[in-house]
């Protein structure tokens, strides 16, 4: 089975893990209606790409935290892990 | 048996004829749709035929049917819940059961009837919602009990053995299966016959947008100037669009099925359970082709996965113990653009003359007929069918999404 680096926990099987989707920057000030726009397509549109992504995932069956992956979406080789803001393994 | 098939049996045998030509790939077309799946060639089919539109070129970057169109379980229903969902799928059905003598091509639509199982008391409460919903716009769709599950289908364990048990299912009789490489191929052909040319091993490498307006297409080939291009590349259409400028709320997922060795006739209704994330039919060679949901994260690869199998075989077991020694023939998978509400993304985009016919996930082959009527009638009269609008790419800033995870999220 695939592996996957959790930050906390060292590498376990990817079934230990849920994936949350591609990594998306969050606009700001949802209240402003001119902005409402960069919210759906924040909440909806994705770059889908066929190579390196920058994704989440969460330890479920693990210690419960959130983290990014830099992973190949054919290749699935997982470049690096890292928290939000922290700095990447490997 | 007719004696047309015997006459032609009795004749010396002759090479048969190719099914659709090649031809040299020219500089322009009026109207260029990329991807030949079911959908792309569906589309250029009604184009040419009812609406006199042949200046028309399918590229596709394999062979046609290469994508999820030559990989699907071939499960055609129109059960779903919402009522936009239910009319739109509803008109597909009904082209599905003329196609074959429309095409002169047998594409082998058994509708064998459709049970959808339910373990518990929230998917009970679903498919009476359904049912309500799908009687209203007079589609054949009732709930039956486990009693009569066990009739139509005696192998199935409706005790209170399993770890869910059956408590009953949706059965719609017009529900079944058919043979999704006849499909791709009887519309190339008639749409060959019709003039429109299919170029194969055609790569679309980008699309040239000029003041927002699509001008031409590049491909592994050359160029060709155009006005129209529509998108159906179905797992890739992220890519596609992202050519002309486009995102799109789409995630490629693989999806996996296999097919066991043939065993004796055995059942002839499709079996789907949502709990158990399986569905299960045997084909007319009397393999069992069965399916599950899509891989766990998002990719391109078209890997087959033991953790699939193994735990798509647990989940049959669990309702067919007598498929224990069972084996395997052929397991693959095939990729999927899923889209947040389980609904397609149809019509134009905010870039002119570039269409979309994407979004099809896990249940679009369903929909080859009747999306491709549609679509060439939006690209013909430039007006969109009232059929398709709740499916505009708009919804998604309008806040109109459908909402058809009930009756699309496991059953395909
Ligand atoms: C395992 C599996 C089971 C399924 N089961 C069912 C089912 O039971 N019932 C149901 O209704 N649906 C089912 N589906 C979904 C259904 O198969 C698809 O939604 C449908 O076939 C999509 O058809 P399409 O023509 O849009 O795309 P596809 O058939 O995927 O065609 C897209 C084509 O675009 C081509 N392409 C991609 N990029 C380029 C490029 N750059 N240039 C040129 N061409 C390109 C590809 O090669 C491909 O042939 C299943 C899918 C899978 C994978
Ligand atoms: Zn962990």
């Known amino acids: 089975m695939m592996q996957l680096e959790c930050p906390n926990c060292g590498p376990r099987n990817v079934s ?28 909806y549109f994705r770059d889908n790409r066929a190579g390196v992504q920058k994704e989440w995932w969460y ?23 890292r928290y939000w803001g922290g700095e990447a393994t490997s | 048996m007719s004696f047309t098939l015997l006459k032609r049996g009795l004749r010396p045998n002759r090479p048969p004829a190719p099914m659709w030509r090649e031809h040299p790939l020219q500089d322009h077309y009026d109207v260029v749709i990329i991807g030949g799946g079911a959908h792309g060639l569906a589309t250029a089919y009604y184009l040419a035929t009812v609406h006199g539109i042949t200046d028309v070129a399918v590229l596709e970057k394999r062979y046609i049917g290469s994508g999820a169109s030559g990989r699907n379980t071939a499960i055609l229903r129109s059960n779903y819940l919402t009522p936009e969902g239910i009319l739109f799928y509803d008109e597909s059905i009904k082209l599905y059961e003329n196609l074959a003598s429309e ?56 005790s209170d053995r399993p770890r869910y048990p059956i408590m009953g299912a949706l059965y719609h009789p017009p529900g079944g299966v058919i043979r999704h490489d006849a499909v791709v191929w009887g519309y190339a052909r008639a749409a060959d016959a019709k003039g429109v040319h299919i170029h194969q091993q055609t790569e679309v490498t980008g699309i040239d947008v000029e ?63 949502g709990t158990f994330h399986f569905y299960l039919s ?40 007598s498929l224990a020694k069972v084996r395997l023939l052929r397991h693959w998978a095939g990729l999927c653009d899923m889209t947040p509400d389980f609904s397609p993304i149809m019509g134009t985009t905010p870039v002119d003359g570039f269409l979309v016919d994407v979004g099809w996930g896990t249940y679009g082959f369903k ?9 060439a009638e939006l690209i013909a009269t430039n007006r969109t069918p009232e059929l398709i609008a709740p499916f505009a790419y708009d919804r998604f800033f309008t806040g109109q999404i459908v909402g058809e995870k009930g009756a699309a999220a496991v059953t395909n």
């Open chain 1, 16 to 43: 230990e893990f849920r994936f949350r989707g591609e990594y998306v920057e969050r606009p700001h000030d949802g209240a402003d209606p001119a902005r409402r726009r960069a919210w759906a397509e924040y909440l």
């Open chain 1, 59 to 81: 330890h479920q069956a693990g210690c419960g935290r959130w983290f990014l992956a830099e992973r190949h979406t054919k290749s699935h080789a997982v470049e690096n892990t």
């Open chain 2, 103 to 158: 095409l002169d091509f047998n594409v082998m639509f058994s509708q064998r009837g459709h049970l959808t199982l339910a373990h518990t008391d929230s998917s009970m409460r679903t498919m009476q919602w359904r049912a309500e919903v799908n009687q209203i716009q007079n589609v054949d769709s009732r709930v039956i009990s486990p009693a009569e599950v066990k009739k139509l289908v005696p192998f199935i364990d409706t």
């Open chain 2, 211 to 273: 003041h927002n307006r699509v001008v031409a297409v590049q491909t592994n080939r050359g160029r060709i100037a155009t006005g129209t291009v529509l998108n159906a590349t179905a797992g890739w259409c992220s890519l596609i669009a992202a050519m002309a400028g486009v995102r799109l709320p789409v995630e490629t997922r693989p999806l996996q099925a296999c097919v066991t060795e043939p065993l004796k006739p055995f059942l002839d209704t499709v079996i789907v359970s």
């Open chain 2, 282 to 321: 045997q084909s007319d060679r009397g393999e069992l082709v069965m399916g599950a949901s899509v891989n766990p994260f998002a990719s391109y690869s078209t890997d087959a996965t033991l953790d699939f199998a193994e735990a798509l075989a647990g989940h049959v077991l669990e309702l067919f113990p």
């Open chain 2, 367 to 375: 929909a080859a007929p009747v999306s491709g009527k549609r679509m």
